[in-house]
């Protein structure tokens, strides 16, 4: 019997929107997947034929491009960073809903017009999107590299603004920034390894089309 396929889930916000779906497709994860507290990374499932992992939104992008693992969902943010040409991103998914936006302290904000930049400093885990978003307006970004906390960098003087993915806005309030201008919208993707799209066909292409019919047809842009 062939190896299973593998279907890289990322953690955090996407994962619990990602469950309906599965249901939706026949495929039913052992308990622990859904379990927050659970350090496991690779999970069986009802069908022996489809294995699990769950890892960090910009490492599911990686593992399928490297062919770690077949298939995959991940934001369509992280596709646009990386811009793999190993995938094939077949399916919008219609969930993990969010804007990937730039975002100011208030206080700046109230007396700043973004139709005015030349330059700008920006704290952000995006660089490359980040740089060719603000290049096609014919603005010089120098972008900082963060993993996590970016609403913190304005405060601390690292960065003047950031660009990070916005939901509903809270996080950015809590830190005294406001949104001021959007890049574009994010919604979660179903991606394949083009190799294994070819190469494991007869488990694949059916997996694809079943993820096609739970959202209705929907192609991804």
């Not at 969010?98 to 400093?121: F, G, I, K, N, T």
């Not at 920006?122 to 290049?135: C, E, S």
């Not at 405060?155 to 920034?177: E, M, P, W």
């Amino acid at each position: 019997m062939a190896e299973p396929i593998i279907l890289a889930i990322p953690k955090g916000r996407i994962l619990t929107e990602t469950l309906p779906l599965l249901a939706a497709v026949g495929i039913v994860p052992e308990p622990a997947f859904s379990d927050g507290e659970s350090r496991a990374l690779r999970f069986a499932t009802n069908r022996a034929d489809i294995g699990l992992i769950r890892v960090r939104a910009f490492d599911v992008a990686t593992f399928v491009a490297h062919g770690a693992a077949q298939i995959g969902i991940v934001g369509s943010d992280v596709l646009d960073e990386f811009d793999y040409s190993e995938l094939y991103a077949p399916v919008d998914l219609n969930i993990g809903h969010c804007r990937l936006s730039v975002a100011e302290p208030a206080a700046m904000a109230a007396q700043d017009d973004p139709r005015e930049w030349s330059h700008v400093r920006v704290a952000t885990k995006y660089p490359n999107l980040t740089a060719r978003h603000f290049a096609r307006r014919g603005v010089q970004a120098e972008c900082v590299k963060l993993n996590g906390a970016m609403e913190i960098a304005p405060v601390l003087g690292l960065a003047d603004r950031i660009v990070d993915l916005v939901s509903s806005g809270q996080t950015l309030k809590q830190n005294g920034l406001v949104e001021v201008e959007i890049i574009h919208q994010v919604s979660a993707r179903l991606i394949v390894n083009r190799a294994a799209f070819k190469t494991r066909a007869d488990t694949v292409v059916p997996l694809v089309d079943a993820f096609r019919h739970a959202v209705g047809g929907r192609a991804a842009a």
